[in-house]
C-alpha cells in the first residue's frame, strides 16, 4: 500500500512546478487526486498523464478557491487532504510596490489559501473526519530579499494561518503543516529569473554552484516530503512549519 491509499487529496496549483509533483506523487502513493489550475492546456495534459482530476480555477477570486474545494467533493466524493501550493513571485520592494500588486500577492498567496482551508476544514468538520492540510510557504517569509516585500508579507501571513489553523483545529484530528521551501528548480523560477534577474541560459549552473550542497532544491523532493507529511506516518505533528532548506536560520559565517 501507498502512503496515501485511499485518500482523496485536492492540489491547490497544482498544474505546475512543486504543486505538479505533489500530484504525481500522491498518485504515485495511492491517492486520488484533483487539482486546480489557471490554464486548461497544461491542466488537462497532466490530468490524463498522471490519472487526477483538472479543476480550472483562478484562485485570486476567493469563491473560486472555496469551489475548488466544493467542486472536488463533488466529482470524488469527499476531500481527506489539501494542498495549498499556488504561489505568485512577482517582484516588489517595500518603495516600489503598488496596492495592486501588494492585493495580487494577497489574493493568491494568502487569501486562497485561507478560504480553501475554510472550506476543507468545514467539509472534515461536518464528516467528523480526519484531515491533512499542507501549505507550501517559503523560506523567505522569515525575512526574505527586498525586491520580495509583497511576496514576504503574504507568505509570513500563511505560515501565522498554518499555526493558527493547526491550533483550532488540533482536537476534529486535523492535522495542518506548512514547508517553507528555499531555492528550486521549477519551470516557474526558470520564468521568474529571465524577466526579472536578466538570467541566461546558465543560470541554473550558476545558483547551483553558490549553494552548499551545490544543487538547488529539485521538485521531487519536496513532493515526497509533502506526501509524508499528509499521510499517517507523519504521526501527531501539527502545527508546524518546516525550513525545507540549505541556508541554515540564524547561522553566521
Given at each position: 500500500m501507498g502512503l496515501l491509499e485511499d485518500k482523496v487529496?485536492?492540489?491547490?496549483?497544482?498544474?505546475?512546478?512543486?504543486?505538479?509533483?505533489?500530484?504525481?506523487?500522491?498518485?504515485?502513493?495511492?491517492?486520488?487526486?484533483?487539482f486546480t489550475g489557471r490554464r486548461a492546456e497544461p491542466g488537462e495534459?497532466?490530468?490524463?498523464?498522471?490519472?487526477?482530476?483538472?479543476?480550472?480555477?483562478?484562485?485570486?477570486?476567493?469563491?473560486?478557491?472555496?469551489?475548488?474545494?466544493?467542486?472536488?467533493?463533488?466529482?470524488?466524493?469527499r476531500i481527506d487532504c489539501?494542498?495549498?501550493a499556488a504561489g505568485l513571485t512577482s517582484r516588489g520592494t517595500l518603495l516600489d510596490t503598488t496596492p495592486e500588486l501588494f492585493d495580487a500577492h494577497i489574493a493568491v498567496n494568502l487569501r486562497a489559501?485561507?478560504?480553501?482551508?475554510?472550506?476543507?476544514?468545514?467539509?472534515?468538520?461536518?464528516?467528523?473526519?480526519?484531515?491533512?492540510i499542507v501549505n507550501i510557504i517559503t523560506s523567505s517569509e522569515h525575512g526574505g530579499q527586498p525586491f520580495l516585500a509583497p511576496y514576504v508579507a503574504a507568505k509570513a501571513g500563511l505560515?501565522?494561518?498554518?499555526?493558527?489553523?493547526?491550533?483550532a483545529h488540533r482536537w476534529d484530528r486535523i492535522r495542518i503543516n506548512g514547508v517553507n521551501i528555499g531555492w528550486t528548480d521549477t519551470e516557474g523560477e526558470d520564468a521568474t529569473q529571465?524577466?526579472?534577474?536578466?538570467?541566461?541560459?546558465?543560470?541554473?549552473?550558476?545558483?547551483?554552484?553558490?549553494?552548499?550542497?551545490?544543487?538547488?532544491?529539485?521538485?521531487?523532493?519536496?513532493?515526497?516530503?509533502?506526501?509524508?507529511?499528509?499521510?499517517?506516518?507523519?504521526?501527531?505533528?501539527?502545527?508546524s512549519v518546516i525550513d525545507w532548506d540549505q541556508i541554515v536560520l540564524g547561522g553566521l559565517d
Open positions: 487529496l485536492l492540489v491547490n496549483g497544482g498544474s505546475q512546478g512543486v504543486g505538479a509533483g505533489i500530484v504525481r506523487a500522491a498518485v504515485r502513493e495511492g491517492a486520488t487526486v484533483a495534459r497532466l490530468a490524463a498523464d498522471a490519472g487526477a482530476h483538472f479543476v480550472r480555477a483562478d484562485l485570486a477570486d476567493p469563491a473560486q478557491a472555496r469551489d475548488s474545494v466544493v467542486r472536488t467533493v463533488d466529482a470524488l466524493g489539501l494542498v495549498n489559501p485561507f478560504f480553501a482551508m475554510q472550506e476543507t476544514v468545514r467539509h472534515l468538520v461536518d464528516r467528523k473526519a480526519p484531515g491533512t505560515a501565522g494561518l498554518t499555526r493558527n489553523a493547526a491550533h529571465r524577466a526579472f534577474h536578466g538570467a541566461g541560459d546558465d543560470w541554473r549552473e550558476r545558483a547551483a554552484a553558490a549553494q552548499p550542497m551545490g544543487r538547488l532544491g529539485q521538485v521531487d523532493e519536496i513532493a515526497d516530503f509533502v506526501v509524508f507529511l499528509l499521510s499517517d506516518r507523519s504521526g501527531v505533528v501539527t502545527g
